[in-house]
């Protein structure tokens, strides 16, 4: 028993409704006569409240048109008592819900459907948006899940989805006994275990793509939301099936009347060769991002040649001497050290960015040459890692913010930015959460969130809270005085936007953090860099490559994600730094993985490449090329059969080839091959050939 809501030109949505009239669904889905997805699996809407109630029935009660096309599919929303609440006691245990009686509740839920339009990428697309809406004069809610499944022909067979992400693989080429999935797996090779999931529901524009893509024969299908807020997804295609599952939970603070952010569907007709469907997902990250940058007035970052900080340690006579180089100091002296031993062989490298060591006050720096027996038998002595902040502003630990602006000037000298670790959460025993310890994030037990490192290593600030002022005023102070020039952001999706605080109605950080990194750049740090997918700058996080031996705990990433996946598939990496120690690869096949990653502005950051590594000319001249390459590099165009990257810029190509490539040139325009340092002119008559593994700009 079904209804069905059509909307102009030519889109088709199908309500599943069984004989008792009861709404289970959104069943059959077509634009432009093209199924969109498998009408055997219904989207289905799941409600619960927090204190232990579930709606498993909706009854359909009609729909109500208006007058600019939309509809809204009116349904009564009928609850039980589980007894099982959300909330947990100290161990984890789910709390009971004790009630007088177990009578059903009755509430108010509708379907909100409208048409929905798009120009993008030189094609038209349609389609329709959708969104739900709950009300409820005595009950509460803070989290809605929509769990669909969306495959262009009604099978993910012979699809292929492009989503970039930071535990997945970004092309992912549809068949029924593969695997795909978004979860963040604390080993590849657990997938299928309750327990190998590190997190499941991922923060969309963080750890999953802030929307979702698939082409197929018959065109592309784009699903996005015009207006974002705190969502988080899993995408899967379990083996076996030929579904992609798309699980969306909204997240909201706790309220009796609450409409979650409308999801467009939208699909344009026609085959597609890989390089334009590649073209219409750069077109589509663009839209998307952008609008999200505009919401919260940030400027886009762009990836820069980049290195990590090699270096070691030890204690002696109550201090910490760090070596760096060939050269042993106090902690104080390292960044004096730095600035004159190291900065300078990273800029004669190539290297435009670069972040030290965490110098700002943690748990290291206050207590890590402490020790529990010298402190006294009883009593608490608990130092995490530098991850575990106290304050974002550079310890006298590591010679304070005078030491810091002598090596911030030095690196301004040779022509670097320097930047500094930030991160959405604290250490427990950061003074401000004496002071205020309402800014802490609680979680669902009652216990101060710290996500998989437990509350007593670290603790998420609600950054709806004070902190906010507190932080962004040390920030200001240390651009100020230090000559701060850019934040990389560690663990933001894991450690920043899943988290709720269910002591202030489980409000979450996304929007609270999307209105720092505008205020952030108000005071000039203008660029930005994040250990996940971030629509609000440059992704930067370690990949494992695994070449299928090594699918165990690895030292930089617990095993959830590959290398592999990225090479042959650089032009995803788009606005990535990839941290990387690569495995069983020639310098020829990794100095070409650098090449093609350059060539779609992103970036391989060698974590055996540190300032005291042995120099390697090639990757060097390449840091030197892509600099030289980057005011040119504005619109993004693949080249067909994968034969290179053109930019546009004005009335300037830029062609990074990947193979040698004939080409065509009208008369009045010049041809030159860059090399890092200069540019060489090249003789033509109209048609030439470039050879493979050049930059060319063609101007006129």
């Known amino acids: 028993m079904s ?114 339009q798009l120009a993008l990428g030189g094609r038209d697309w349609q389609g329709f948006s959708y969104a739900v809406s709950f009300r409820s004069d005595e009950r509460r809610i803070h989290r809605l899940l929509l769990h669909a499944t969306w495959e262009i022909g009604g099978s993910i067979a012979g699809n292929t989805v492009l989503s970039q992400g930071q535990c997945n693989m970004p092309v992912y080429h549809g068949a029924a006994e593969t695997l795909f999935t978004t979860a ?169 960015r670069f972040f030290p060591e965490v110098m700002s006050e943690s748990d290291v720096t206050a207590d890590g040459l402490r020790c529990k027996l010298a402190a006294g038998m009883h009593g608490d002595l608990h130092c995490a890692s530098v991850c575990a902040t106290r304050r974002f502003f550079p310890s006298d630990f590591w010679g304070g913010i005078t030491a810091w602006k002598y090596m911030a000037d030095k690196a301004h000298e040779l022509g670097l930015e320097v930047g500094a670790w930030f991160a959405p959460h604290f250490s427990p025993r950061a003074p401000i959460f004496v002071e205020h310890p309402e800014y802490r994030m609680i979680s669902v037990t009652g216990l101060p969130a710290g996500g998989g490192y437990g509350f007593q290593t670290l603790t998420v600030a609600d950054w709806n809270t004070g902190i906010y002022d507190w932080a962004l005023a040390d920030l200001t102070r240390w651009k100020k005085e230090g000559g701060l020039d850019y934040l990389f952001t560690d663990s933001l999706s894991n450690m920043g936007m899943i988290q709720m605080n269910y002591s202030a109605e489980m409000r979450t ?29 440059v992704g930067r996080f370690g990949v494992a490559d695994l070449r299928g031996d090594l699918m165990e705990q690895y030292h930089a990433v617990a095993g959830q994600n590959d290398f592999g996946w990225w090479v042959g598939e650089e032009d995803m990496g788009f606005s990535l730094c990839l941290c990387c120690s690569p495995r069983k690869r020639t310098p020829e096949a990794v100095e070409q993985i650098q090449f093609r990653l350059m060539a779609n502005r992103a970036f391989m950051l060698f974590e055996s490449y540190a300032p005291g590594a042995e120099s390697n000319a090639t990757l060097e001249r390449l840091n030197r090329l892509y600099t030289q390459a980057l005011p040119d590099m504005q619109h993004r165009s693949l080249l067909p059969n994968r034969a290179g990257v053109c930019w546009t810029q004005g009335d300037t190509r830029l062609i990074w080839a990947f193979q040698d490539m004939p080409i065509t040139l009208d008369a009045g325009t010049t041809l030159t091959r860059l090399d890092g340092q200069t540019e060489q002119e090249i003789p033509q008559n109209g048609q030439t050939v470039l050879p493979a593994w050049g930059v060319y700009r063609v101007h006129g």
């Open 509 to 537: 950080n996304f929007s609270a953090l999307g209105r720092l990194y505008g205020d952030l750049q108000r005071i000039g740090l203008m660029s930005f860099s994040f250990e996940c997918i971030s629509a609000f700058g």
């Open 184 to 352: 963040c797996l604390r080993t590849l090779d657990a997938y299928g275990s309750p327990q190998a999931n590190s997190f499941q529901l991922g923060p969309r524009a963080g750890l999953v793509q802030g929307f979702d893509f698939q082409y197929a024969e018959k065109g592309a299908l784009l699903q996005y939301w015009q207006d974002y807020g705190s969502i988080s997804s899993l995408l899967e295609s379990p083996p076996g099936s030929e579904l992609l599952h798309v699980i969306d939970e909204y997240r909201f603070p706790l309220s009796g009347e609450v409409t979650t952010k409308a999801k467009n569907v939208l699909f344009t007709p026609g085959a597609l060769a890989e390089h334009e469907a590649r073209n219409l997902w750069w077109d589509a990250y663009h839209h998307v991002y952008g609008t999200i940058k505009e919401t919260y007035h940030i400027t886009p970052t762009v990836v820069m040649p980049e290195s990590g900080l090699g270096y070691s340690t030890r204690p002696h006579n109550g201090r910490l001497l760090v070596t760096l180089g060939e050269v042993e100091v106090d902690s104080t002296e390292a960044p004096y050290a730095i600035a004159e031993q190291l900065l300078p062989r990273l800029a004669e490298r190539g290297i435009k």
């Open 3 to 116: 209804q069905f809501i059509s909307f102009a030109p030519d889109t088709q949505v199908e309500l599943v409704l069984d004989d008792a009239g009861n709404f289970l669904g959104i069943g059959m889905v077509s634009i432009a006569g093209v199924q969109l997805r498998s009408a055997a699996r219904p989207i289905l809407l799941r409600l619960d409240t927090p204190d232990g109630i579930l709606y498993p029935r909706l009854e359909f009660l009609g729909i109500e048109s208006d007058a600019n096309g939309s509809a809204r599919v009116k349904l009564r929303a009928h609850g039980i008592h589980w007894e099982r609440g959300e909330y947990g006691d100290d161990y984890d245990q789910t709390l009971i819900w004790v009630t007088p009686n177990a009578e059903p509740v009755v509430d108010e839920v509708t379907l909100l459907l409208a048409p929905a």
